[in-house]
């Protein structure tokens, strides 16, 4: 994540300036919660950094369960969470120009018509997971904002290129949501808010 900020709030992050939220601000279509922000939080994706966070995470493993521990000693919270960093994380995320992503595709399709098979193993899905899991750290982000007696307003209307390159982001890396903090209006903006009915996007099975 990265911040840009006016103010300084409980956090302990590098502090831009306001100059820079200024320039941000154009590039999400001077919309006001960009404008008036008092920071903003943008939230980026790093697909290609999966081999050293599944490095990351295998190296953890041997720091709670042992190094070179036998498998016949692993528990089996052990073996699961190895075999996920080890071996799920590299078929899923390895490709060769998008090629060993279309027979991975093959592959799956061929072994789903007879069992249960995680499907999502071409690059395309791998970005789309990558958002998804990114859109779930800025939901966490925004709840415990609130439970500061902060608000939020995430913001997908942005030029990411532009923003990206403003921030000097590195090639593989892409923009999920801009994040806009600080204290609302009590007056509000647009006036009451609008809600789609419950029942059109809820249904129960």
């Not at 840009?4 to 279509?29: G, W, Y």
């Not at 919270?77 to 078929?91: C, D, H, L």
């Not at 999502?120 to 990114?134: E, G, L, P, Y």
């Not at 532009?162 to 000097?168: A, D, F, S």
Request: hydrophobic content about 40%; aromatic content about 12%.
């Amino acid at each position: 994540m990265f911040f840009t900020r006016k103010k300084c709030l409980n956090f302990n992050r590098t502090q831009v300036s306001k100059e820079t939220i200024d320039k941000i601000a154009p590039f999400c279509f001077n919309q006001n919660a960009a404008k008036t922000a008092q920071q903003l939080v943008i939230f980026v994706t790093r697909k290609d950094l999966w081999k050293k966070r599944a490095k990351a995470n295998l190296q953890f493993m041997d720091a709670v369960f042992g190094k070179n521990n036998p498998k016949e000693k692993q528990s089996s919270r052990e073996k699961v969470a190895r075999n996920y960093y080890g071996k799920i994380i590299p078929f899923a995320y390895a490709d060769f120009l998008r090629i060993l992503g279309f027979l991975k595709y093959l592959l799956v399709i061929s072994i789903g018509i007879f069992k249960p098979i995680y499907r999502q193993v071409r690059n395309s899905d791998m970005r789309i997971v990558a958002h998804k899991s990114c859109g779930l750290a800025a939901q966490n982000f925004m709840i415990s904002m609130a439970a500061e007696g902060y608000d939020t307003c995430p913001m997908e209307g942005s030029d990411t290129l532009r923003v990206k390159n403003l921030l000097n982001l590195p090639f593989g890396s892409e923009i999920n949501m801009i994040v806009s903090c600080g204290i609302r209006d009590e007056k509000g903006v647009y006036g009451e808010r609008f809600r789609i009915p419950f029942d059109e996007v809820y249904r129960e099975i």
